[in-house]
């Protein structure tokens, strides 16, 4: 069975402290990946440094810049038997590293959020005086793109939907159109936002969505989106699911 390696900062310390007193070569080793042998030791080597590489790069975007030089060093010594750390040491200026980076991290998603917010109010405000912008009570805003004669869905139904959704600086974190299939979902289990435009959607019609944060997923940090996102989607309303099976049913 194929096992994916996934190594934390701490778990490659260890690693290297637990190896055999192996000396570390003086000359570069002269790579051959022939044997299914060659083939995993190399592949561990690569997993420790694909992990590590990412991982100093996100430290980095903290402000936390490590040195590579000693990082290489410590993992040398220690594969030889000669680390100048002991493991009680080492785990302990990791867990003070993780700590740090922890808290950095947390201050960023703080301040990214609160920026994201004000950003968003600005927005939602200058979104609200264009022509053809509607702002319901609770502060959702529509657009219609065109209009059609169908039925408009209930909070109950199940709905078929094509879809994009961008955040204000035009960054597009999903689309039904790019994967080339509709969605369907009960319109009672997506965000507030959504539950409430689509009722005013005729099946056949296309609107243009700007939902506020509150109305999206609010202090939520999803990694695409963002926490406290305007999010603008543009909804292609196809069907009402739940009225076709009754149809059907008669």
Known sequence: MKQTIKLSLVAASILALTACNQKAEEKPVEVKLETELQQQAYGIGASVGNFLQKDLADKKGFGVELDQALLMRGFQDALAGEAKLDEEKIREVLTALDTSVRELQAEK???DAEKNKA???????????????????SGLQYEVLSTADGKKPLVT???????????????????????NEPTTFPLNRVISGWTEGLQLMPVGSKFKFTIPSNLGYGERDLGKIPANSTLIFEVELLEIQDEKAEAAAE
């Open 109 to 111: 998603t703080k301040a």
């Open 119 to 137: 950003e968003g109010e600005k927005f939602l405000a200058d979104n609200a005086q264009k022509e053809g912008v509607t702002v319901t009570e």
């Open 157 to 179: 139904d199940v709905v078929k939907v094509h879809y994009k959704g961008t955040l204000i600086d035009g960054t597009e974190f999903d689309s039904s159109y790019s994967r």
